[in-house]
């Protein structure tokens, strides 16, 4: 069973590590981002299943990261 892609946007590099290695003992797939300018690279080029976001990232605020995930989202499938 091929599980879902989750992109794990987090800027603390522990909690990073402790996210992903508790995805990868459940052999789920993922891609990391420490910060919301790479995290909206990363779901542009990869469209994740789940995005897990630090709403308090140093770059962009949480909730513009997903208003931009979405926008492009809508862009793509129009």
């Known amino acids: 069973m091929n599980k879902s892609l989750i992109l794990v946007v987090e800027d603390d590099t522990s909690?990073?590590?402790l996210?992903?290695?508790?995805?990868k003992t459940h052999e789920?797939?993922?891609l990391t981002a420490p910060d919301g300018?790479?995290?909206i690279l990363e779901t542009s080029s990869h469209?994740?299943?789940i995005v897990l976001l630090d709403l308090g990232l140093p770059d962009i605020d949480g909730v513009e990261i997903i208003?931009?995930?979405r926008l492009g989202q809508t862009c793509q499938s129009s």
């Open 67 to 69: 208003k931009k995930i």
């Open 15 to 17: 909690v990073r590590n």
């Open 37 to 39: 300018q790479s995290a």
């Open 28 to 30: 789920y797939r993922y």
């Open 47 to 49: 469209n994740p299943d």
């Open 19 to 23: 996210i992903t290695t508790t995805l």
